[in-house]
């Protein structure tokens, strides 16, 4: 440990091995039950845990891991969440193509030479 004065004040530098060994009070973190990690956490079963991890994630936009968590489906959510899945990954296909669409055609406007 090592002390010294600033303005009067004592400041105390402890090295980063004092606290090595000391125990830490459970729950010191705070995790929300609603987030990824929350929910597999949870005590649902594992099929809950896959729907709702999907409709996380659809949401999310991360196609790769929504497909992941379709295929752990049961039969009955699966056929709502495919149709679903495929609707998403059209209209955000169906989005990039006017953006880039729309940003082509600002392109070529610059291109065009003015008279």
Request: glycine content about 6%; hydrophobic content about 40%; overall charge positive.
């Amino acid at each position: 440990m090592v002390c010294w004065y600033r303005n009067g004040r004592k400041i105390i530098w402890k090295d980063s091995t004092d606290n090595l060994y000391r125990e830490f009070p459970g729950g010191f973190l705070n995790i929300s039950p609603h987030g990824l990690v929350g929910i597999l956490q949870s005590d649902r079963t594992g099929a809950e845990k896959n729907e709702i991890l999907f409709w996380r994630y659809l949401a999310a936009h991360n196609w790769n891991s929504a497909i992941v968590m379709l295929a752990k489906l049961p039969d009955a959510a699966r056929d709502r969440a495919q149709a679903r899945l495929i609707s998403e990954l059209t209209s955000s296909q169906s989005k990039a193509w006017l953006h880039f669409r729309q940003r082509g055609q600002r392109l070529r406007s610059l291109r065009t030479p003015v008279h």
